[in-house]
T-cell receptor, first 113, second 113 residues
Framework: DQQVKQNSPSLSVQEGRISILNCDYT??????FLWYKKYPAEGPTFLIS?????DKNEDGRFTVFLNKSAKHLSLHIVPSQPGDSAVYFC????????????FGQGTRLTINP | DTAVSQTPKYLVTQMGNDKSIKCEQN?????MYWYKQDSKKFLKIMFS???????INETVPNRFSPKSPDKAHLNLHINSLELGDSAVYFC????????????FGPGTRLTVL
């Protein structure tokens, strides 16, 4: 039973436009959410996070939105750049105690010049 | 400087063999993890250690035995390898047990023939 789902396996966006990656979760106990970016043959690298007390967190070109009632979060990248081409993983956890990140299956983002 | 390193990067072996994957972090973190990325690309936690103490063991077969000789190292030993063990294994670390941001190594691709 997959508690974190990324229903789009791939996304193609033109350079300069906005990229929107989506993630849904089922476990209402999750209260912390993260996005990781992964290039081929490398490990995931932390991108941005948000706690459940917020509905938006922004860091430069990256913004994460959280809709708790819909159990949905999204990552917006604007403007998209060729270097953003990677696989993006959404992850969720419960704050405090032993940390266990639950990951979605990833969305491959391709930025076209 | 590599923050979280794993060796080897690739491992090809026969069924029934025993193999180890090593992980080292030079970030001074207290907590380390092993994740498995299966053929469907899901990243799933296997173990976490905090200050050399086992915290999480996610119903992993007994053939998998993590060993943490010190805070900076978490090695994974696998006995009697099976075809289904073929996957990419990622090591990660975080500053403290309660910290959600985890830093990942580059991964070890294990292929069991």
């Amino acid at each position: 039973d997959q508690q974190v789902k990324q229903n789009s396996p791939s996304l193609s966006v033109q350079e300069g436009r906005i990229s929107i990656l989506n993630c849904d979760y089922t476990n209402s106990m999750f209260d912390y959410f993260l996005w990781y970016k992964k290039y081929p043959a490398e490990g995931p690298t932390f991108l941005i996070s948000i706690s459940s007390i917020k509905d938006k967190n922004e860091d430069g070109r990256f913004t994460v939105f959280l809709n708790k009632s819909a159990k949905h979060l999204s990552l917006h990248i604007v403007p998209s750049q060729p270097g953003d081409s990677a696989v993006y993983f959404c992850a969720a956890s419960t704050l405090g105690g032993a940390q266990k990140l639950v990951f979605g299956q990833g969305t491959r983002l391709t930025i076209n010049p | 400087d590599t923050a979280v390193s794993q060796t080897p990067k690739y491992l090809v072996t026969q069924m029934g063999n025993d193999k180890s994957i090593k992980c080292e972090q030079n970030l001074g973190h207290d907590t380390m993890y092993w994740y498995k990325q299966d053929s469907k690309k899901f990243l799933k936690i296997m173990f976490s250690y905090n200050n050399k103490e086992l915290i999480i063991n996610e119903t992993v077969p007994n053939r998998f035995s993590p060993k943490s000789p010190d805070k900076a190292h978490l090695n994974l030993h696998i006995n009697s390898l099976e075809l289904g063990d073929s996957a990419v294994y990622f090591c990660a670390s975080s500053p403290r047990l309660e910290t959600d941001t985890q830093y990942f190594g580059p991964g070890t691709r294990l292929t069991v023939l």
